[in-house]
Every structure is written in structure tokens, then in C-alpha cells.
């Protein structure tokens, strides 16, 4: 593994990490009197609707792919940005993606059918992943994660899990996991990747929302350090880049010789030739920010922590994180995570959500029936006794009064008991699979009334988004709880189902018999 430049225990970043060499260079070219008679048709023009909008300065700095001084060349200040990024998460070689860790997730799943026929890979991986068997036309193995009932959390997979699924599959091409998870659990890597390379594959870890991870004392390390192979990297989350701008990692170690060219192809066929040069200098910007910011990322870890003891002190909500440890497979959590349990201060997640939204224009990640999620960006200082508040002036409506709650009634324990109203909605277990994710995506489909189809063949994949796990996978025979399930979560307030017909999951696509 190459050595990181980035100063994961606090120490002064080396030289070469204080620059920023594709921003830089972005600037300078913008800078210079341009007569533009080449895409974007925009031009730049002072007096255009986007200029209007957005003032001159971004149009000025949204330039196409190859051009002499950014990308075009030998040596390009692109290729140092990324040699810059390689360094500081300790890669052999680092892609710069326009189109999110999704673009990464398919581009991994795309290669490993180079390295067998079977994909030993976590059910609850991203339907990113699930896009990407489709494209692969791999088998698929799943290992099945904790799950913790009452929120309705999905979270990781052990070793010994991991370990038992490449007993059954001697020609598994990899093993695909995720950590961290949405909602702030990390994994074991360390133990997966072992797991793995003992039998001979790689450890592929989707680490979308680990890409502040490694860069200061107080977070986990990440998962290139923990001996993964290769690995994505949603540098927009918590890292910080602009919205779709993520990277992809690939470790030095015994799989980067037949890996690298195979990447570096499947990079090649899904991303646009027409790259935007505003995402590709955040990312440079970004690992910079990230490689030399200890003193704001320990003001973000702070933040959390203020809010995290205040819902404690206050009791009336849980914090999700605080029965982590009941899991085998969660060996620490992302402090700049905040997962909180709202059943137990007597609303529904989605509604809090909603509500926070509606009335006191506060913007928190995601909602499930039981819990929030907020997200605080590496470098980023929110206002947490604003959050706070407005957290505690949510109405109650499935019953409990604010004097009812004391400090340690919020338990955290996920358990979501002892509120009246409607029950939780649990996540609902994976049907058995009757074809790979490609044959039934492929094959003759009919759509029918969503009742009907239970029983039948999904032809698409359907995920309650956010956080995009696939409840049901093309292939999968749909189960009335799975129905149930991703109809009531479009009923919720902000209740989104990825891959369905309808908003309202009224009709379904199955295989036609």
C-alpha cells in the first residue's frame, strides 16, 4: 500500500498537499480573455439567463474536457490532482468521478467478472451495486446484515459470515461490502479483508459515505488503510465536493496488477466525455481542504457531540447509535453521523423530517417510519442548539407529553415500544431469488396491479430512497411485506421508491411467466 501524505493522527500535511494543482489551473484558465466559439453553447456571456442566476463566475469556470493546461497532455495538472488524491487516501491510483460513488459501484461490478462468476456481496449494498450485476451479468451470493427491527436499519456483515458464504462459492470474484453504513455503522474491514484474500478474492467496500474517514484522530480509519482493494468514494457527502463528484480507489496490493488496466477501461465506458470541470476542481479542492483541515474537522466532530449529549441530557429522543454496540458486526461509529430515534419522543421519522423541514427550514439527510438521520460535513460547524430546538418543538401525535420525558427515557435501543399508534413499519426480508439480477431485468416483463404481483418475479429493482437499498432486486420473487413496505413508505411525507412505475407503488413490473 503506498504511503499517505494526508496526516491521519494530526500532523503537518506535506508540501505537495497544500496545492491544488486542477483548481489552480481552472482559475488561471478562466482568467484569461477568451473568445469562446466552443461548447458549453452557454459561452460564458455576462448577460445570459445562467449568468443572471448564478452570477458570472460560475459559467466562466464551466470549460470542456481536453484542453492544453487542464487535462490535455502529458502530465496534466488533472493527472496531478489525482496523484495528489491517491497519495492522501493512501491508493495506487485514484479515478475522479462526475457522476457519484454510483458511477464507482458500477465500474467495480462491471470488472469482476474477470475474476470469476460469482459475487459474494452484502444485501444491503446500494442499488448502485445491484445497477451494476445487471450491466456484469454476475451471480450473486448474499450475505444477509444485522438488522435492527425497530428502526428499520439495515447494518453490516460479519467476517465469519463472509467467510461461510466463500465456502459455498468457489468461483466468487469478490467479496462486496459496505461500510460505513447509512446510518454511521463501521464495519470490521480489517477481519472482511482477511476473510476475503484468504480465499483468494478481492475486498471490494463501498465507503460512499466514509470519505472523511482516516483524515483526523477522532474518525475510523478508512477502509484502503484496513486492507481493501478497492474502494468508493462519495466525496460529495461528507467530504465535501460539489453534488455527483465522488472518486474511486484502488489499493496497492494482490490484486492491483490485474485490476488497474480493467478499471481504468471500465472507467472509460461509463463516464461522459464531457466531464464537468466544476465537480473534477471541487475534488481537488476538496482533498486538499480535507488533508490539511484537523482544526475544522475536530470543530465538526464537536458539533455532533454537542448535539448528541443535548437529545441525551433532554431524554425525549434516542440516540441510534448508543445500541450500536448490541451488533457483532458494527466495531464503531462515524461520529458526524447523528441517528436519532423520534418514535421514542412519539413521532415518525418522516414527519419529523417534514416538519423540521416545513416550519423551521432545518434540512436533516434522511427519515425511516422510526428515525432521522443529520449528517454533519467534515469542516463544517452547524448551528446545534438551532437543531435542538426546533428537534424539541416537533408535536407528538403519537401520544407521550414533553413532561412525560426525562433524562435516559430515550433509550436508543431501537426497540421503538411503549409508543401508541400505528406500529412500525419493519423492513421487510428479501424473497427467494429465482434468476440473476440480468436475466430478469432482460427478460419478457408484464406490469401488473401491485397486489397481484406478489408472489411473481420482480423484473426491476425497487428501493426505498434515500438510503437506496434495494428491498427487492430484479430476480427476487415480491413478498406481500415487501409491498406493503414500499407502499407505505411512499405515503410518507418526502417517501420516494427508486425503480417504481407509480409514486404510489400501485403497479409493479415482474417477469412475464
Known sequence: MKTRTAPPSGRRPSPDQLRAPYADALLAHAGRDWLRLNVPGHAAAPGSDLSAAFGTRIPALDFPPLLDGLDLGAHTPLDEARELAARAWGARRTWFLTNGASQGN???????PALGRTLV???????????????????????HPSVDPGQGIAHGVTAEEVRGALERTPDAAAVYVVSPSYFGAVADVRALADAAHAAGAPLIVDEAWGSHFGFHPALPEGALALGADLVTSSTHK??????????LHLAEGPFADRLEPLVDRAFRLVQSTSASALLTASLDLTRRALVTGADRIAGSVGAADRIRGAVRALGRFGVVSDGFHRFPDITAADPLRIALDTRAGGITGHEARRLLFR???VMVEV???????AVVGAGSSPDADRFVEALHCLPAPLGGSDAGWGPGS???SGSGSGVPGRAPLRLPRPGPARMTAREAFLSP?????????????????LAAYPPGIPNVLPGEVITPEAVEFLRRTAAAPGGHVRGALDPDVSRLRVVAP
Open 106 to 112: 458500477q465500474i467495480a461490478s462491471m470488472v469482476t
Open 121 to 143: 456481496v452484502q444485501r444491503s449494498v446500494h442499488s448502485s451495486v445491484v445497477d451494476g450485476l445487471v450491466l456484469s451479468g454476475l451471480r450473486a451470493v448474499f450475505v
Open 238 to 247: 461528507l467530504g465535501g465536493s460539489l453534488t455527483q463528484s465522488a472518486m
Open 359 to 361: 416550519d423551521h427550514r
Open 367 to 373: 427519515a425511516t417510519d422510526a428515525a432521522i438521520v
Open 410 to 412: 430515550g433509550s436508543g
Open 445 to 461: 416483463a408484464r406490469v401488473v396491479p401491485a397486489e397481484e404481483a406478489v408472489g411473481m418475479v420482480s423484473a426491476d429493482s
